[in-house]
């Protein structure tokens, strides 16, 4: 951290003294001396001006480079200390001849605390270097020792108390009520989008970041900083890794595998990062219920390039490639009904089937200008390109038998057929430039701002229609076209359109009599050309840590959050689009508290936040799978609230876990009907991410992922009102385990130098263990009509059932 003048002053006259001093020694001992030099840099090697260096009580310092180079007296132990603000100290302890010369390269490592001079106090926080004041940090090596099936963050993600996602198949998740919509993830600092025809985790693949590139998560679950987007549950904020020497992993496993390459140049300047996965699923969708034939291939490619041109301007490139095929071949399904009468077996026999396509490329340029230590500026330049395409024909012919207490079918009284068919293709392209800057004031002091201009090329082609072989329990919605149709939409849109947004934010850090202070506030504005719309969103942040003997810091944010509506919440159920449509907005109160405490001799941090979000002009939706259909209007207000708890530590020396609880609703009143729960109301949950090993045997890890949550409402069909759709699914019930043995390692499995296995830091094998107890979840509902007594009955649409799956990691 930067010092005042006084302080600055003052370390220039210590740094005279000192140089007389040895200078005087020198003269004293005829000459008898050795010389040190070298350079002082941060972990990504960046070089730290004025970092102090202790020899025998005597203090120098770097140059504005990093740079030192001071001579020590000869022929005796000399130990050399060197220090910095947020840095863990390092020394070094040797003798050098008369007139020997050594050279020494030190990379000091961050501190647990983030030190802030002020004056004669410091002022700390429990906090990672790059950590928002109102987040989660995340470990990137907690995301690849857990079993996953979407490759990325979303399944550590899930863990937390306050996200929510009763399916392991979508890397999309829920936040504190909200949907899949309102959360923000940045890669490097670039927004992230995700496909928009998405309706099932089976089509989605594989998510976004990638694990074995990514070096910091932070994830924050309301009431974050000006300097993040317009969304109104949660960020995500991802960065990437820059290696600083050559690295590589290779993984396989019976899903698929992924090859990731990094390095760096001998003078550190260029490094770069690449990695490839590759994933089909087959395998555990065959566990899905009813006997259907699956086809699903995934795969990316992502690049991180970094390269500084000197010591003040550094370029970065960040560019991803990701394609999905989904091919699906529905055969039969039997599910059992149970009714208040006698059991039902419906039964239904398929023809036809499903192909969908995705493909997206996201691309960036970033130019950062640091002119001098005070100044900070960055210059983003960024593409996203997505071609969707989904298509199905798939009849079903269904059958409502009576059955016994066993099961066997005694009578079959109902038939009926039913037609799905789609053709869809969407075609988006979002380009656009941001820039964004920070000043630095002093050290507890700091003023950051920013501008984004995108513009957004959207095509969309939306044909859909549904026939059934009766009536139908939905109006027919084109009775002039001589078909029966139970819902028909079919559109064609093209749209070009503008968006500008900025914010400014000031931090500030402080002593209040004997606690210490940190206060973020921002503001931050967005304009829209399609609806013509300004929203301006202000948002602040306190957190105090009082003087006391128990380690307690106390947190406090409050915002306003706009969500400007993306082409999908413009668009009707029946395809057109509405330029009335309005930005949703919320208002957050979060009050949390972070008390840090050892329990064994170990270190334990108990979290906890309590919340209340005041939701006005909402845009209601259908949810199916993950599909998201918005009625494309303002005409739903509501509110949320909730209280979620974490217990981080290490429940077993040197790795950590966390237990999580929660219990939070989230309701909608739509046209002043009454208060019905969101279609994404969490209601309660309990999930613990834990980590373990033999005592006797190290080297072999046990990982366990567990979710228990109440069950969501269970949506309503399209166009049918959800005031008559109030049941809930289903409580989603889920364990993962993953068993890891370490063949090789840089501990107690070290191999022989020289041999072929010194060229790899670790080799490991292992089985997770997919729902070890087989409990098939639900996702969501299909709606069956009996032709004859004209009742609706809803047929569940279950999840992935027990999976074996072994791989093998290569780390080199």
Request: glycine share 6%.
């Amino acid at each position: 951290m930067k010092k005042t003048t006084q302080q600055r002053t003052l370390q220039h006259s210590k740094r005279f003294l000192s140089t007389i001093s040895l200078s005087l020694l020198g003269g004293i001992l005829f000459a008898q001396t050795a010389q040190i030099n070298g350079k002082v840099v941060d972990e990504n090697r960046t070089p730290i001006s004025e970092a102090e260096i202790i020899i025998n009580d005597q203090s120098y310092f770097t140059d504005q480079n990093g740079n030192f180079k001071i001579d020590i007296p000869s022929n005796e132990s000399i130990t050399v200390t060197f220090n910095n603000n947020g840095y863990h100290s390092f020394a070094q302890t040797f003798t050098l001849k008369d007139k020997n010369k050594k050279e020494i390269f030190v990379q000091l490592v961050p501190d647990q605390t983030n030190a802030i001079q002020l004056g004669e106090a410091v002022v700390s926080f429990q906090s990672n270097k790059n950590k928002p004041l109102q987040s989660t940090v995340l470990s990137a090596s907690q995301m690849q020792q857990g079993p996953s099936l979407t490759g990325g963050v979303s399944d550590l993600l899930k863990t937390l108390p306050f996200v929510n996602s009763n399916t392991e198949l979508s890397s999309q998740y829920m936040v504190r009520g909200g949907n899949y919509d309102e959360n923000l993830i940045y890669v490097n600092g670039i927004e992230v989008y995700k496909p928009q025809l998405i309706r099932a985790g089976e089509q989605e693949g594989l998510g976004f970041v990638n694990p074995a590139m990514t070096e910091f998560i932070n994830f924050s679950a309301g009431g974050w900083e000006a300097k993040y987007g317009d969304k109104m549950s949660s960020v995500l904020d991802v960065t990437y890794k820059r290696p600083k020497k050559f690295e590589g992993q290779l993984e396989a496993s019976l899903m698929g595998g992924s090859l990731t390459l990094g390095g760096a140049s001998k003078d550190k300047k260029l490094s770069a990062i690449v990695g490839a996965r590759y994933q089909n699923r087959n395998l555990i969708l065959n566990t899905l219920k009813g006997d259907t034939n699956f086809n699903p291939e995934y795969y990316d490619v992502q690049a991180n390039i970094n390269y500084k041109l000197n010591d003040k301007w550094n370029v970065a490139f960040l560019g991803t490639m990701s394609r999905s095929r989904y091919e699906m071949f529905p055969i039969k399904r039997d599910t059992y009904i149970n009714t208040m009468d006698n059991p039902l077996l419906l039964t239904v026999h398929y023809n036809g089937k499903e192909d969908d396509k995705f493909a997206t490329e996201t691309g960036s340029l970033s130019f950062t200008y640091q002119p001098n230590s005070k100044l900070d500026l960055a210059l983003d330049v960024f593409a996203y390109h997505s071609k969707e395409r989904e298509y199905f024909d798939i009849q079903g012919s269904y059958f409502i038998s009576d059955v016994d207490k066993n099961g066997n079918v005694i009578s079959t009284n109902d038939v009926g057929s039913q037609i799905d068919h789609a053709r869809n293709n969407f075609d988006a392209l979002v380009a656009g430039i941001q820039h964004k800057g920070k000043y630095k004031i002093n050290g507890n002091n700091n003023i950051e701002w920013g501008i984004k201009f995108q513009q957004e090329d959207i095509r969309d082609l939306l044909g859909e229609w549904q026939a059934i072989d009766s009536t139908g329990y939905i109006v027919n919605q084109n009775p002039e076209n001589g078909l029966n149709l139970s819902y028909y939409v079919n559109s064609k849109n093209n749209l070009k359109t503008n968006r500008f947004s900025g914010y400014a934010q000031y931090t500030s850090k402080f002593m209040w009599n004997d606690a210490k202070v940190l206060f973020n506030a921002g503001v931050r504005a967005a304009y829209w050309d399609f609806n013509e719309e300004t929203t301006v969103s202000p948002r602040a942040q306190i957190a105090v840590k009082p003087d006391w003997e128990s380690d307690m810091l106390f947190r406090f944010s409050t915002g306003l959050y706009y969500q400007p509506p993306f082409y999908r919440e413009i668009r009707r159920l029946d395809g057109s689009l509405n330029d009335k449509v309005k930005s949703q907005q919320s208002i957050h109160f979060i009050l949390g508290n972070d008390y840090e405490f050892k329990w064994m001799d170990r270190p334990f941090k108990l979290t906890t936040e309590v919340y209340y979000k005041i939701l006005n002009d909402l845009n209601p939706y259908y949810v199916d799978n993950v599909r998201i259909r918005y009625t494309a209007d303002n005409n739903s207000k509501g509110y949320a609230y909730g209280l979620d708890m974490r217990l981080f530590g290490q429940f077993v020396p040197g790795i950590d876990s966390w237990f999580s609880a929660s219990y939070a609703r989230a309701y909608q009143n739509i046209d002043d009907k009454g208060n019905i729960p969101l279609p994404t109301d969490p209601r309660f949950k309990l999930s613990a991410f834990f980590q373990d090993y033999m005592e006797f045997l190290p080297s072999f890890k046990v990982n366990v992922n567990l979710i228990y949550a109440s069950g969501l409402p269970n949506g309503a069909p399209q166009f049918a009102d959800p005031y008559n759709y109030q049941t809930t699914l289903t409580d989603y019930k889920r364990v993962d385990i993953g068993f890891v043995k370490e063949i090789i390692n840089q501990k107690e499995l070290k191999p022989s130098k020289g041999t072929f296995w010194s060229n790899f830091k670790e080799i490991s094998i292992g089985v997770d263990v997919f729902n070890v107890f087989d409990i098939k979840n639900e996702i969501s509902n299909s709606w069956i009509r009996d032709v004859n007594s004209s009742a609706v009955y809803t047929m569940p649409n279950y999840l992935t059932g027990r999976f074996f799956n072994g791989k093998i990691n290569f780390k080199f």
